[in-house]
């Protein structure tokens, strides 16, 4: 007995066997092997390449028994080894937050010779529940995805029956659990109280990141997953059954993904490089573009798609137009830049396609080109930065969505959270990306909009598993739920500025000229088509105004577009007044000056020109008439009524 006790006091990092199961590279995968790498973890995978055999649907339906059957095998060039202990894990669901140090002590510090991480329902057979010995603190029954024992313990665990391949791995442990005589034999316990291994599912809400902020300003802060419930920092976080998202949120910064200096981290990692790439050597890309409702803007938004810095022969073109408003327009840019693709498809206004039905062709177009890369765009998509299509790639992940914003507002193309039922919840740090006061790579469970999709997901996935077309729910949450099911993960990234979204709630294409009365709405963009590309510069120190005359001024404030859209907003509605002193436009019925006009709130666009003088006019009436303010909208009434006139 003495030498086991000093043997087992003599243990280090170095006698830990960690193994898991991972039958291909999937983006759980990686993160698993990034969390590990963290700490110096050189997990054994076990089954890597081979088909999984562990049973159909292995996160709903029972199955795993294989993973057992693959760690006795692994373990029997061990056998004699007393004095090791084995620690296995799920990968796909999996972070390790310490090291194996760390770990180790406090795996000896629980007394057990064999230990499981524990959870709070009964699975995969409720009615085992009764059976398990009741517990004061923590969660009362066994979880199969963490645990950890001496060798011959855990062999005996392991060898105590057989088991099919895809029979249920959990249940097996559990009959061995609920076996009083074995388990006081082997000293198996769980982990109730996660001092060592958190399962996720049913105790997301006791789980917090703890930031661990440093004095020295030049060391970054530490993220750390603390349970706040049984007040422990559990080492190896599992995202079992439907707690994935969780994990999800938690690995954007645990264990040392992302920090306040560096930003993220491992975004660095698995990156590709473009830059001195020949062009027929630069990947393709099956580029969608869909117009599915009137947009504000779209001709903008279309021409900094053309304005995408990538060979257009390396990119296949697909537009569905849903809108007919837009028909013109799209014919314009098509006729004038579609023969620079590879090639170009298009569903037309009148064809009446639906959306889902567009979206599932293209997925199935860019299989059929053989592409490397697939990229959704919506028509309300500002790609503001030309190189966001390269940098998507470069970023080289399974789905990558550059972050857009309404400007000024909190709306995005995002979801940080997802309520139970799979609609739009925030996320904590939702505020923060989305003002990019938190910069990074993050693992978020939807995007929309603007994506780029690595083509061989959709290739492997035929159109029964990776659709757009589920009852009741629209295309974009469809196809993002399949991602989720799928495990495959979606990031958003605003590592850099990529663009902006329109907002086309309020667009009313019945007006003559309908983006002029988009002020509120698309400042920004409404600011870019109609203020003079000279307008800053009236503010330039030194700046000597034009002065026609004394105390008229003249500026240039908006665009040649302005003019012609304000011209044709007029004499759209055409009903100009008589030019004499009796105007019933006006309350008395008499005007002092009378021409012939319109009023602004005839083509009801009065909040729309006071908000333009107030913000662009203003400022130049108290640049040159110092302390008159106040009375620009005089002034300028004046001015432009004279104008208009
Ligand atoms: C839960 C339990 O925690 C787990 O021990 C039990 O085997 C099944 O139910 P869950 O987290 O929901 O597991 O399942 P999931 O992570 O999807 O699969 C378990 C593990 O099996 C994966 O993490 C991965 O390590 C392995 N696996 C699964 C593969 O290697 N390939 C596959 O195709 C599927």
Same mark, same amino acid.
């Given at each position: 007995i003495l030498s086991a006790i000093l043997a087992c006091d003599c243990?280090?990092?170095?006698?830990v066997l960690v193994y898991t199961v991972a039958t291909e590279e999937t983006d759980g995968y990686l993160r698993y092997m990034d969390s590990a790498k963290e700490f110096g973890i050189k997990p054994n995978i076990l089954g890597f390449g081979q088909e999984w055999k562990?049973?159909?649907?292995i996160r709903t339906k029972p199955g795993g028994g294989w993973k057992i059957n693959l760690l006795k095998e692994a373990l029997q060039k061990h056998?004699?080894?007393?004095d090791k202990v084995v620690l296995f894990t799920d990968a796909y669901d999996v972070i390790f937050s310490n090291n194996l140090d760390e770990i180790l002590k406090n795996f000896k510090a629980t007394g057990a010779k064999v230990l499981f991480g524990a959870e709070p329902f009964c699975w995969?057979?409720? =009615?085992?529940?009764?059976m398990y010995p009741e517990v #004061? /603190?923590? +969660?009362r029954f066994l979880n199969s995805g963490l645990y950890m024992g001496y060798v011959p313990e855990l062999l005996k665990l392991l060898y105590r029956k057989s088991i099919g391949d895809d029979e249920d791995d959990q249940l097996y442990f559990t009959e061995a659990y609920l076996d009083e005589t074995f388990r006081e034999s082997i000293k198996m316990k769980l982990d109730h109280t996660s001092?060592?291994?958190?399962?996720?599912?049913?105790?997301?809400? =006791?789980?917090e990141i703890y930031v661990n902020e440093s #004095? /020295?300003? +030049?060391i970054p802060e530490k993220y750390v997953v603390k349970n706040y419930f049984t007040h422990t920092e559990p080492m190896v976080i599992h995202g079992n059954g439907f707690s994935k998202l969780t994990l999800n949120y938690l690995g954007n910064y645990v264990?040392?993904?992302?920090?306040?200096?560096?930003?993220?981290?491992?975004?660095?990692?698995?990156t590709l490089n473009?830059?001195?790439?020949p062009v027929k050597a630069m990947p393709l890309v099956y580029m969608a573009i869909f117009i599915e409702v009137n947009t504000p803007f779209l001709e903008e938004g279309l021409q900094k798609v053309y304005n995408?810095?990538?060979?257009?022969?390396?990119m296949h073109l697909f537009i569905h137009n849903a809108?007919?408003?837009h028909t013109s327009l799209v014919k314009n840019f098509t006729e004038k830049?579609?023969?620079?693709?590879l090639s170009f498809k298009q569903i037309l206004a009148?064809?009446?396609?639906?959306e889902w039905t567009a979206r599932d062709l293209s997925l199935d177009q860019s299989t059929a080109k053989n592409v490397d890369w697939y990229f959704s765009l919506d028509s309300?998509?500002?790609?503001?930065?030309?190189q966001t299509l390269r940098l998507l790639i470069e970023q080289n992940r399974s789905v990558v969505a550059p972050l857009l914003v309404?400007?000024?507002?909190?709306?995005?193309?995002?979801?940080g959270a997802l309520t139970k039922d799979g609609f739009y919840a925030r996320s904590k740090d939702y505020l923060e990306i989305v003002y990019n006061k938190k910069r990074g790579l993050w693992n978020v469970p939807f995007i929309t909009n603007a994506y780029l999709v690595r083509a061989s997901i959709i290739k492997r996935y035929d159109r029964s598993i990776?659709?757009?077309?589920?009852?009741?729910?629209d295309p974009d949450m469809a196809f993002c739920r399949t991602f989720r099911e799928l495990n495959i993960f979606l990031y958003v990234s605003n590592r850099v500025d990529f663009g902006h979204l329109i907002n086309?709630?309020?667009?009313?294409?019945?007006?003559?000229?309908?983006?002029?009365?988009q002020i509120f709405d698309n400042e920004m963009d409404w600011e870019a088509r109609?203020?003079?590309?000279?307008?800053?510069?009236?503010?330039?120190?030194g700046r000597v105004d034009k002065q026609p005359c004394p105390d008229v001024y003249w500026f240039p404030i908006v665009s040649l577009r302005f003019c012609n859209s304000l011209i044709s907003m007029m004499e759209s509605y055409?009903?100009?007044?008589?030019?004499?002193?009796?105007?019933?436009?006006l309350e008395g019925g008499y005007?002092?000056?009378?021409?012939?006009d319109i009023h602004m709130n005839q083509v009801g666009w009065e909040p729309h020109w006071l908000k333009f003088l107030q913000k662009y006019v203003r400022p130049l009436q108290e640049k040159v008439f110092?302390?008159?303010?106040?009375?620009a909208k005089t002034y300028i009434d004046t001015w432009c009524g004279v104008d208009i006139g």
């Open positions: 243990l280090t990092k170095d006698d562990g049973g159909k649907e056998k004699d080894e007393s995969p057979n409720p =009615e085992l529940a009764p #004061k /603190d923590g +969660k001092t060592l291994f958190q399962n996720l599912n049913g105790a997301t809400s =006791e789980i #004095k /020295d300003k +030049k264990p040392n993904m992302w920090n306040s200096l560096e930003g993220c981290i491992k975004c660095k990692e698995r473009l830059a001195n790439q995408l810095d990538y060979p257009k022969e390396r809108a007919k408003y830049y579609a023969s620079e693709y009148e064809d009446g396609t639906p309300i998509v500002h790609l503001d930065n030309p309404r400007s000024g507002k909190a709306w995005s193309n995002f979801w990776l659709t757009y077309n589920k009852p009741d729910t086309a709630d309020n667009f009313d294409v019945t007006l003559a000229e309908p983006e002029m009365y109609y203020i003079h590309e000279d307008y800053q510069n009236n503010f330039a120190p055409g009903k100009w007044s008589a030019g004499t002193s009796y105007d019933e436009r005007e002092a000056v009378p021409t012939r110092l302390g008159e303010e106040g009375q």
